[in-house]
């Protein structure tokens, strides 16, 4: 789920300037491995710490499906204010909860 937000945020993967698998999958890995959050205009802290979250390494750590859905009664957004398909997230949200019950 961190990857899809993530690509909703910043328009690429959090791993997407690796170029080989190898490169990839050590960071991937790498427990120390450091993603880039920066702010992105007309978008809520509290979503990119969200996203944040998700790619925690450690999976005790990580935000679970029901407290990103609850981000949907905390963060309003329009469509138009950032370049984010909400409806297509929504849905992909939704359908990972479904898939991990």
Known sequence: MGCILYT???GKTPFQE???AI???RAITNPNHNIPFPAVPGVPNMLIESCRRCLIFDKN?????DELLQLKNE????ENSIGIDFKLGKTMLNDSYRFSR
């Open 18 to 20: 690796y170029n080989s």
């Open 23 to 25: 490169a990839k999958f």
């Open 75 to 78: 963060v309003r957004l329009s």
């Open 61 to 65: 750590e990580r935000a679970s499906i």
């Open 8 to 10: 909703f945020l910043y």
